[in-house]
């Protein structure tokens, strides 16, 4: 039976420049031997026997019908990919050669590890390693480390534990994590499932999990911190199903200052009380703390709402998107009600009680299994939502959605071409393939005005985002060292790229040149270990 998840992750064609789009579902429970239908049929089962529209069957057989796609922005055009295992509720991660790497899932596919490199002729498609994980990662949380190509893979139903991807050393296993036992609340469905994990630039790792965090050094195995725990009640983490960010890190206090922000959750007993059919109000909190430095304490502010099941984007601004969601109830089959329709926008630099702005209500509701994601292009694609157990069409009062839509930012609108900056092109000078720590590499491009003081350049790491969870998001605001005029209205802007792979581990980000509030369009970059 199909469970339709909806996991979100923008990956890169460097060569190519090819966008695409992987929306992947669910393939197999215990209780089937195959999925249910999707609405992609194939012509035939990748076994290669045929699929008839006349067998009655074929018509019911899952293996008839696509439950991984690629979606290609431009063109609009979706192309079915082939599962050989189950990512139901997985992680994933974007390896610095682009390749997404996807972790566990659900039975058979809860060890195994997937990837995605996209190509441009349209003929590749994931692969399997033949490598298991050492615990089953069911509803775990990813995080890239800088160290190259190595992810750190935290938590999952019944696995109070985390491992690395690839392993330190060959005999590692899986290292015990007692916090997650701590933080496990057996009669709400867990409540630290899909950890919040955040890369601190000083290289630990903090982990928050139901209302309590921790500063993590995982080279040694050990808690650095154990921070307070966030004032409003109720929980935060699967299923309760808040979301989280860390701030955008910028690079006037050198990336020192990292603050994570937590909104959202479900009320203590949301999940055994809609086991039982009654929804209770979502918490409409946030908490923000600095996890940097000597003084940790979350500061307060409410939402215009109560929100679960939200995902929360940093924008090329620095603005923080809150999108999707339900204002009661929590994850699970059919345990939530009243979607939440309208987005909020936050601006974490202004004043307290000035900084959500109530955007335009979508028509969609989109709770359980939908997934939002920044694009290059400067709008955000929103797709999902399926609280069903398998994917249910009809006669159901939350339909499997296939819907996708583009959410456009007031920033998009045309009255403020005038200061859009245009026509971006990066040189890293010589022939490199991208800019190491540390050094100079020049953004070209094209400004009507002359610039005023308020241009800023972004860096953003696509996230893999499932269940509420932006895994590997952040957004640095880097230094410009000088800017030059040439002929013509052509600017060119001499950066400089982060210190370290602390403050932002090695692969692909998205660059954008935002002037007075308004970006550009979004160029890839990548940062390299020299
Ligand atoms: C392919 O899969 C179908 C459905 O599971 C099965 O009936 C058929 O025998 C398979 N064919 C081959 C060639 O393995
Ligand atoms: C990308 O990097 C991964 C991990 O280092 C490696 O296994 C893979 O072969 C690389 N893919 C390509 C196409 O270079
Ligand atoms: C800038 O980009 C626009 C399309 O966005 C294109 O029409 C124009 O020719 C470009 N200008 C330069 C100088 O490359
Ligand atoms: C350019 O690339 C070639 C081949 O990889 C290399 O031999 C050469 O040193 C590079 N030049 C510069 C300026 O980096």
Redesign the pocket.
């Known amino acids: 039976m199909g469970r339709n998840t909806c996991l979100f992750c923008l990956s890169i064609h460097a060569i190519f420049a090819l966008l695409h789009f992987v929306v992947s579902d669910a393939v197999k429970s215990p209780a089937a031997k195959s999925p249910s239908p999707s609405q992609y049929r194939l012509h035939q089962r990748y076994n290669g026997s045929q699929c008839s529209t006349r067998s009655r069957n074929d018509l019911k057989d899952g293996t008839c019908y696509a439950h991984s796609v690629e979606y290609e922005i431009q063109g609009n055009n979706i192309r079915p990919l082939r599962l050989v295992s189950d990512p139901w509720c997985s992680s994933g991660s974007f390896?610095?050669?682009g390749?997404l790497m996807q972790i566990g899932g659900h039975g058979r596919g809860s060890k195994r590890v997937r990837?995605f490199?996209p190509c441009g002729n349209h003929q590749c498609n994931w692969q399997q390693s033949t490598r298991s994980l050492s615990d089953s990662r069911w509803y775990a949380s990813n995080q890239l480390l800088p160290q190259?190509?190595r992810v750190i893979v935290v938590g999952g139903r019944n696995a109070h534990s985390y491992e690395f991807v690839p392993k330190l050393h060959c005999q590692d296993k899986s290292f015990n994590l007692p916090f997650l036992h701590d933080t496990n609340d057996a009669h709400g469905g867990g409540n630290n499932l899909y950890p919040f994990l955040h890369l601190s630039s000083d290289g630990n790792l903090f982990i928050f999990a139901n209302r309590d965090s921790i500063l993590f050094n995982y080279r040694r195995n050990r808690v650095i911190k154990s921070f307070p725990r966030i004032p409003g009640g109720g929980s935060r983490n699967y299923p309760s199903s808040g979301s989280s960010v860390i701030l955008p890190l910028d690079h006037s206090d050198k990336f020192q200052k990292v603050e994570v922000m937590v909104c959202g959750g479900a009320a203590s007993g949301a999940y055994e009380a809609a086991e039982g059919g009654r929804f209770l109000r979502a918490l409409n909190s946030c908490g923000r703390m600095v996890i940097t430095g000597n003084i940790h304490k979350w500061s307060m502010e409410n939402m215009p709402g109560p929100r679960t099941m939200h995902d929360m984007l940093i924008l090329p601004t620095g603005h923080i998107l809150i999108i999707n969601g339900a204002k009661r109830g929590c994850a699970g089959w059919q345990n939530a009600a009243s979607p939440s329709l309208e987005p909020y926008l936050y601006n974490p630099k202004k004043a307290v009680g000035e900084r959500f702005t109530v955007l335009k209500a979508t028509k969609i509701a989109r709770m359980y299994h939908s997934s939002a994601l920044l694009l290059p292009n400067g709008r955000v694609l929103v797709a999902g939502g399926n609280p069903n157990n398998k994917y249910t069409f009809s006669k159901v009062a939350y339909p499997t959605e296939l819907r996708l839509q583009a959410l456009v930012p007031d920033y998009m609108d045309r009255q403020f071409n005038h200061l859009r900056p245009r026509n971006l092109t990066v040189d890293y000078g010589g022939n490199s393939s991208g800019v190491a720590y540390g050094k100079q590499f020049t953004v070209h491009f094209m400004l009507g005005r002359r610039p005023g003081k308020d241009v800023e350049y972004s860096v953003y790491a696509p996230p893999f985002t499932t269940h509420s969870n932006s895994m590997n998001q952040r957004l640095l605001k880097l230094r410009c060292q000088r800017m030059r005029r040439d002929a013509g209205g052509l600017r060119s802007a001499v950066l400089e790229a982060p210190p370290s792979p602390n403050v932002a581990p090695p692969g692909y980000y998205l660059l954008t040149v935002v002037n007075a509030g308004i970006p550009s369009l979004s160029k890839w970059i990548t940062l390299i270990n020299a």
């Open positions: 390896l610095g050669n390749t990837y490199r190259h190509d």
